[in-house]
């Protein structure tokens, strides 16, 4: 069986004697490991560790002579808004660390996330509570699900010396004045998605000469409504031709009626949808019914393979294309051949290949800090600017030595339903970058969260 490989492609800056820090302790290595590049290290070498890191083996361990990492995982399991999606999610992620473990782990330790995870609903309140209740054990969160909820525990995480890999996707972090250079992104943000996505629709169906923006305010539609925006504007689209609709959940909204009497009344050539699968279905499915002739770019979130099974089917089929941080299904890289493998069958959503994808910046920071003598947070945390992540073709390479465009992804994987695909979706190209993003600013968020 395939495994994920060592993807930290930085080089150790600091002798050994540099790393010793208050707190923490030095382990002779027990045994022999791989480091980043493949060279065995040797019984003798010394790693630092401090809090979230032990001797003993971890729980399930595969080999009971290896110390354990623990990672947090704060997400949406039960009752949440995001649970189909989070779910698969988590599943995806415990998936890429068992194949961590049985490749030999990360020099000498294994690494649990299922200790320390926690449903927190998608409620900021209950996620800075499970955050607290887990922080005394943990090296750094392996899933932090939500921007508004991820907000509420920065200041707490920057405070311990936490790293975290969020599942959102919110332009903001990629500067440290939001983040504190402890969020690892993976994939472009909501904003730049929508920039890039306004591209490929002009180069593979018609420059639109109207454009609309639909979805929840904050840090999901309204970062995706900034992306529209800025598209128009440095396309030259007149601002009474870009029409921004604000909406909600159907939990909170009831229904989306308002958003289709808006865009009916619009009419735009493409609308721009950043909400959940099922307001996805119903705002296609109404537009389409009532005549309406305008496509429409759905954000990474929209989507879910049981929209084939609505009666949306043949509009969503039709009319709307669906873009994504990385390959679906029927992708062909070495990274996906290996998540495919530990399968018996398709996973319920693209969740599962989320789970997958957004560990390998986890990985490769905790390799680079294991490679410069230090798995305590600190150390951990002054290895995140040293990495290039490597996803094995799933997804573009990304760093985080930077603030806005020197780190921001800004290439997109476009897709069109397909029920005979198990996801529901077949992926049109490449992976595309338009010319818009060199044109347009972003020295800062493109909205705030609130």
Same mark, same amino acid.
């Given at each position: 069986?395939?495994?994920?490989?060592?993807?930290?492609?930085?080089?150790?800056?600091?002798?050994?004697?540099?790393? &010793?820090?208050?707190?923490?302790?030095?382990?002779?290595?027990? %045994?022999?490991?791989?480091?980043?590049?493949?060279?065995?290290?040797?019984?003798?070498?010394?790693? /630092?560790?401090?809090?979230?890191?032990?001797?003993?083996?971890?729980?399930?361990?595969?080999?009971?002579?290896?110390?354990?990492?623990?990672?947090?995982?704060?997400?949406?399991?039960?009752?949440?808004?995001?649970?189909?999606?989070?779910?698969?999610?988590?599943?995806?992620?415990?998936?890429?660390?068992?194949? &961590?473990?049985? !490749?030999?782990?990360?020099?000498?330790?294994?690494?649990?996330?299922?200790? *320390?995870?926690?449903?927190?609903?998608? /409620?900021?309140?209950?996620?800075?509570?499970? *955050?607290? $209740?887990?922080?005394?054990?943990?090296?750094?969160?392996?899933?932090?699900?939500?921007?508004?909820?991820?907000?509420?525990?920065?200041? !707490?995480?920057?405070?311990?010396?936490?790293?975290?890999?969020?599942?959102?996707?919110?332009?903001?972090?990629?500067?440290?004045?939001?983040?504190?250079?402890?969020?690892?992104?993976?994939?472009?943000? #909501?904003?730049?998605? +929508?920039?890039?996505?306004?591209?490929?629709?002009?180069?593979?169906?018609?420059?639109?000469?109207?454009?609309?923006?639909?979805?929840?305010?904050?840090? #999901?539609?309204?970062?995706?409504?900034? %992306?529209?925006?800025?598209? +128009?504007?440095?396309?030259?689209?007149?601002?009474?031709?870009?029409?921004?609709?604000?909406? @909600?959940?159907?939990?909170?909204? @009831?229904?989306?009626?308002?958003?289709?009497?808006?865009?009916?009344?619009?009419?735009? !050539?493409?609308?721009?949808?950043?909400?959940?699968?099922?307001?996805?279905?119903?705002?296609?499915?109404?537009?389409?019914? %009532?005549?309406?002739?305008?496509?429409?770019?759905?954000?990474?979130?929209?989507?879910?393979?049981?929209?084939?099974?609505?009666?949306?089917?043949?509009?969503?089929?039709?009319?709307?294309?669906?873009?994504?941080?990385?390959? $679906?299904?029927?992708?062909?890289?070495?990274?996906?051949?290996?998540?495919?493998?530990?399968?018996?069958?398709?996973?319920?959503?693209?969740? *599962?290949?989320? @789970?997958?994808?957004?560990?390998?910046?986890?990985?490769?920071?905790?390799? $680079?800090?294991?490679?410069?003598?230090?798995?305590?947070?600190?150390?951990?945390? +002054?290895?995140?600017?040293? &990495?290039? =992540?490597? *996803?094995?073709?799933?997804?573009?390479?990304?760093? #985080?030595? @930077?603030?806005?465009?020197?780190?921001?992804?800004?290439?997109?994987?476009?897709?069109?339903?397909?029920?005979?695909?198990?996801?529901?979706? &077949?992926?049109?190209?490449?992976?595309?970058?338009?010319?818009?993003?060199?044109?347009?600013? #972003?020295?800062?968020?493109? =909205?705030?969260?609130?």
């Amino acid at each position: 069986m395939r495994k994920p490989r060592p993807i930290s492609r930085a080089v150790a800056l600091a002798a050994a004697g540099a790393l &010793v820090l208050a707190g923490c302790t030095a382990v002779d290595e027990s %045994g022999d490991g791989d480091t980043a590049d493949g060279t065995e290290t040797s019984a003798t070498d010394e790693i /630092q560790i401090g809090d979230g890191v032990t001797e003993e083996p971890c729980p399930e361990a595969v080999n009971p002579d290896t110390g354990c990492i623990y990672l947090g995982v704060l997400s949406d399991l039960t009752e949440g808004p995001f649970a189909a999606l989070a779910v698969p999610i988590v599943d995806g992620q415990r998936a890429y660390w068992e194949q &961590v473990n049985a !490749d030999g782990g990360i020099a000498g330790y294994e690494v649990d996330i299922d200790t *320390y995870t926690r449903d927190t609903k998608y /409620q900021a309140a209950e996620h800075a509570a499970a *955050y607290q $209740q887990i922080e005394p054990n943990i090296l750094a969160l392996a899933q932090t699900l939500g921007t508004v909820n991820t907000e509420a525990i920065l200041p !707490d995480m920057d405070a311990a010396d936490i790293v975290g890999a969020p599942a959102s996707w919110w332009s903001g972090y990629a500067f440290e004045e939001n983040d504190f250079g402890l969020i690892l992104e993976n994939g472009y943000s #909501y904003c730049t998605e +929508a920039i890039v996505g306004l591209d490929w629709f002009a180069e593979n169906h018609t420059a639109p000469e109207s454009v609309a923006a639909v979805g929840y305010p904050g840090d #999901y539609g309204g970062d995706s409504a900034a %992306g529209v925006e800025k598209w +128009a504007e440095a396309n030259g689209i007149a601002a009474e031709n870009v029409t921004v609709v604000p909406t @909600g959940p159907n939990q909170v909204t @009831g229904n989306q009626d308002a958003v289709v009497s808006a865009i009916t009344e619009a009419d735009p !050539d493409v609308v721009v949808l950043a909400v959940g699968p099922a307001e996805n279905a119903e705002i296609v499915g109404k537009l389409a019914a %009532g005549g309406f002739t305008g496509r429409f770019m759905g954000s990474l979130p929209t989507w879910n393979p049981a929209l084939l099974d609505s009666a949306a089917a043949p509009a969503l089929t039709a009319l709307y294309n669906h873009m994504s941080i990385g390959e $679906q299904w029927d992708g062909e890289s070495e990274g996906l051949a290996a998540m495919k493998e530990t399968l018996d069958a398709p996973p319920p959503n693209g969740g *599962y290949l989320i @789970g997958w994808l957004m560990s390998y910046p986890m990985h490769a920071v905790l390799e $680079q800090a294991a490679e410069n003598g230090d798995l305590t947070r600190a150390g951990v945390r +002054a290895a995140v600017p040293e &990495v290039e =992540v490597d *996803y094995q073709g799933m997804s573009t390479n990304q760093s #985080y030595n @930077g603030n806005g465009k020197d780190i921001a992804v800004s290439a997109i994987k476009v897709f069109e339903p397909n029920a005979e695909n198990p996801l529901g979706v &077949v992926s049109l190209g490449d992976f595309f970058e338009g010319p818009t993003w060199d044109q347009v600013d #972003y020295d800062q968020a493109c =909205v705030s969260t609130s």
